[in-house]
Nanobody, 127 residues
Framework: QVQLVESGGGLVQAGGSLNLSCLTS????????MAWFRQAPGEEREFVAA????????IYADSVKGRFTISRDNAKNTVALQMNSLKPADTAVYYC????????????????????WGQGTRVTVSS
C-alpha cells in the first residue's frame, strides 16, 4: 500500500520559513518524480515544485522561484520543501505527490500525471 504523509505545516509570520517533509512508503522512490502542489481556499490545486528521481532536474512555479527549494533523499524515502520568505499568498494546503517517471531530464507539472498523493499539510502565513 502506497502512502505519502506530509508534515511540517503550521502558522508563520510573513517573511518566516517552514520546512515541509513528505515520508513515502510502498513505492520504489527511484522510479518516481516527486512534487509539491498547493491548494488555497476556493482555488484549484496548483503546481509548486518538482524534482526528478536522481535530483538532476528541478522545476519551480514562478511564484516561488528563489524562495522555495525542493529536495529528496531516496534512501530515507523522503521529499522536502524548504520555504523561505513566506508571504500571505503562500497560505494553502500543501500536498506531496508521486509520478512514475524514471526520466533523467523530464519533470512534469500537471496534477493529472501524478498517481499518488498525500493528505496535505496546512500552511498559514499571517501578515
Amino acid at each position: 500500500q502506497v502512502q505519502l504523509v506530509e508534515s511540517g505545516g503550521g502558522l508563520v509570520q510573513a517573511g518566516g520559513s517552514l520546512n515541509l517533509s513528505c515520508l513515502t512508503s510502498g513505492l520504489s522512490l527511484k522510479n518516481y518524480a516527486m512534487a509539491w502542489f498547493r491548494q488555497a481556499p476556493g482555488e484549484e490545486r496548483e503546481f509548486v515544485a518538482a524534482i526528478n528521481w536522481n535530483r538532476a532536474r528541478t522545476i519551480y512555479a514562478d511564484s516561488v522561484k528563489g524562495r522555495f527549494t525542493i529536495s529528496r533523499d531516496n534512501a530515507k524515502n523522503t521529499v522536502a520543501l524548504q520555504m523561505n520568505s513566506l508571504k500571505p499568498a503562500d497560505t494553502a494546503v500543501y500536498y506531496c505527490a508521486a509520478d512514475f517517471n524514471p526520466s533523467t531530464v523530464t519533470v512534469r507539472t500537471s496534477t493529472s500525471v501524478y498517481e499518488y498523493w498525500g493528505q496535505g499539510t496546512r500552511v498559514t502565513v499571517s501578515s
